[in-house]
């Protein structure tokens, strides 16, 4: 059977609107966790989170990652699907090619800004989303094959390079990791600045 390729990544990343992309130009199923999560329950995503509680929707959730795997396709993942230590074991143990969709908190913020549907936007406050943003992207990293922007360039682009690393798997691998690596010397580099811009001036 063909494998998986899951897109995951913060809210806002653009998983539905990439996903769809991929799964048109590679002609393979598309499913999208959170679309299927509505349809099986017929309710919103906000109303299965006000009648299920946060547990029973990430359970409801995990059992439609398990449909979606099993279909072969390509599935977007909500945002959230890593919190639920069952979703993210069968993240880790699936044998699907992941996509993690990344970008930085304001460039997120200012995408999910834009969508007052999204549930937790209304019940979370902005240092609840901080700290929600902190715990998750190491979880997202861990499961990822191949990690791309997905904010500086248009989905087609972004389609693009999905295709380009699915030919190619390790040399895209290099290029990103070697990208991730300098912008870690980058910021290191930045924060002994900071530090040194902090030291008293002796006259
Ligand atoms: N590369 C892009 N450039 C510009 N806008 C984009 C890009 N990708 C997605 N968008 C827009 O950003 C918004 C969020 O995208 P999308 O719903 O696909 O994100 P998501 O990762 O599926 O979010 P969620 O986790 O909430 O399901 C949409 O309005 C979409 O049109
Ligand atoms: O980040 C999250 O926890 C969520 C993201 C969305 O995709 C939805 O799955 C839901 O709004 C929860
Ligand atoms: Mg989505």
Do not use: C
Not at 90 to 115: E, N, P, S, W
Not at 142 to 153: D, E, G, H, P, Q
């Amino acid at each position: 059977m063909t494998k998986a390729l899951i897109l995951i990544g913060f809210m806002g990343a653009g998983k539905s609107t990439i996903g769809r992309l991929i799964a048109e130009k590679l002609q393979r199923n598309f499913i999208d966790t959170d679309e299927l999560l509505q349809q099986r329950q017929g309710q919103t995503i906000a109303a299965i989170m006000e009648a299920k509680g946060m547990l029973g929707f990430r359970e409801a959730e995990f059992d439609a990652l398990q449909a979606a795997i099993q279909t072969g396709g390509v599935i977007a993942t909500g945002g959230g699907i890593i919190d639920y230590e069952p979703s993210f074991q069968l993240l880790k143990t699936t044998a699907a090619q992941i996509v993690y969709l990344h970008g930085d908190f304001t460039q997120h913020l200012d995408r999910i800004m834009r969508d007052s549907q999204r549930p937790l936007l209304r019940t979370k406050s902005i240092t609840e989303f901080v700290e929600m943003w902190d715990l998750r992207q190491s979880k997202y990293a861990v499961l990822a094959n191949v990690t791309l922007s997905s904010f500086t360039k248009a989905p087609t682009d972004v389609l693009l390079e999905i295709e380009m690393w699915l030919k190619n798997p390790q040399t895209m691998n290099q290029s990103v990791s070697k990208q991730l690596e300098l912008k870690k010397q980058i910021e290191q580099v930045q924060q002994e600045l900071r530090m040194l811009q902090e030291l008293p001036v002796n006259e």
